[in-house]
C-alpha cells in the first residue's frame, strides 16, 4: 500500500497505523494528490525541488529512438537492448548507490524488489547532492519497474535506498522495456511498456485493476504525457489511447489487464 514514509531516526520498530489510498503522481509517491483531479503536468513540474534544474519537458524525443527498433511479438515480451546493458546493485538496509558518470543523464528503466516489512524509498540525488523527488516509497516487499530521468535536466548521480530489508535495484536501457504489440497485455504493480509500433488513429482500450490503492496510467508521446486513468482500489473502464503513443507507465499495487477494442 502507498503510504508517507514513517521516521527513520527514531530507535525501535515502527509502528503504522491503517494504510489510507490515496492518489499521487507516478513516481512522486511522497506528495498527498487530491483524489478529485489530476494535478497538471505543469504544475507538477512546477512544485519540484529548486536544485533540479529545468525539468519543463519529457525526453520524449530520446524516448522515442530508444523503442523504436524494438522488436514486435505478444503482448508482454521483451525487446532486445539495442543499446547499453543492464546494471544491477544488491544490499540490505539504507545505502547510497552512486551511478557511474557515463549514466547519470541517461533515461533508464529501474527495476526494484525489497524483501523488508518497513519503509522502502528509493529517492534519486542530484550532482550537488540534493534529493529530487522518490521513484519509489513503499511499505514492506515490492517488485516494479518505474522511470528514471525521463526529463528535460534531470542527472542522477546517486539512488539514497532506505530499507530495512534486502533490495536489488537494476538498471535497464529503454529498449528493454516490456513490448505491447497484440491486443492484450497483463501485469501486476508498477511497469513500463513499449508500444511497437506506436498506435495510429483512435484506440479505445479496457482497463482492469483490482488493487486496493492507486491506480495510474500515463501514455507518453511525442511532445507530451497524458494521464489515462488517476483512481484508487478495483477499477474498470474503457479510454481513449492518445495518437503516436510510444510508452505507457503503470502505478499499480494489484493485478491489471490492458485490452485493446479498437
Known amino acids: 500500500m502507498h503510504q508517507q514514509p514513517g ?4 530507535p525501535g520498530p515502527q509502528v503504522y497505523g491503517p494504510a489510507v489510498p490515496r492518489r499521487h503522481p507516478p513516481r512522486r509517491r511522497g506528495a498527498i494528490r487530491s483524489a478529485a483531479a489530476v494535478l497538471p503536468l505543469a504544475l507538477l513540474v512546477a512544485c519540484e525541488p529548486a536544485d533540479t534544474g529545468e ?7 530520446l524516448i522515442t529512438r530508444a523503442t523504436a527498433t524494438a522488436p514486435g511479438g ?4 521483451t525487446a532486445t537492448a539495442s543499446r547499453g546493458s543492464a546494471r544491477t546493485y544488491r544490499g540490505t538496509g539504507s545505502k547510497v548507490l552512486e551511478l557511474r558518470k ?6 533508464w528503466l529501474v527495476t526494484l524488489t525489497h524483501d523488508g516489512r518497513s519503509n522502502f524509498v528509493v529517492t534519486p540525488l542530484a550532482s550537488g547532492g540534493g534529493p529530487r523527488a522518490s521513484i519509489v516509497n513503499e511499505i514492506g516487499r515490492y ?13 542522477t548521480a546517486a539512488l539514497r535506498v532506505e530499507a530495512d530489508g534486502a533490495w536489488t535495484v537494476t538498471l535497464k536501457p529503454l529498449s528493454m522495456a516490456r513490448v505491447w504489440s497484440g491486443g492484450r497485455v497483463t501485469g501486476r504493480g508498477d511497469d513500463v511498456l513499449a508500444l511497437v509500433p506506436p498506435n495510429k488513429g483512435l484506440t479505445v482500450v479496457e ?13 507518453y508521446r511525442a511532445g507530451d504525457v497524458e494521464y489515462l486513468v488517476n483512481e ?4 474498470r473502464g474503457e479510454v481513449p489511447l492518445p495518437k503516436g503513443t510510444i510508452l505507457i507507465t503503470v502505478d499499480a499495487d494489484g493485478d491489471w489487464t490492458f485490452r485493446k477494442l479498437g
Not at 102 to 107: L, N, V
Not at 144 to 153: A, H, I, K, P
Not at 207 to 217: D, E, K, L, Q, T
Not at 232 to 235: A, V
Open 7 to 10: 521516521p527513520h531516526a527514531s
Open 55 to 61: 525539468r519543463s519537458a519529457v525526453r520524449t524525443d
Open 74 to 77: 505478444t503482448g508482454g515480451r
Open 102 to 107: 557515463s549514466d547519470r543523464r541517461e533515461i
Open 143 to 155: 517488485q516494479g519497474t518505474v522511470l528514471l530521468n525521463e526529463r528535460t535536466g534531470d542527472e
Open 207 to 219: 482497463m482492469r485493476h483490482s488493487g486496493r490503492a492507486n491506480f495510474i496510467v500515463q501514455a
Open 232 to 235: 484508487i482500489g478495483t477499477w
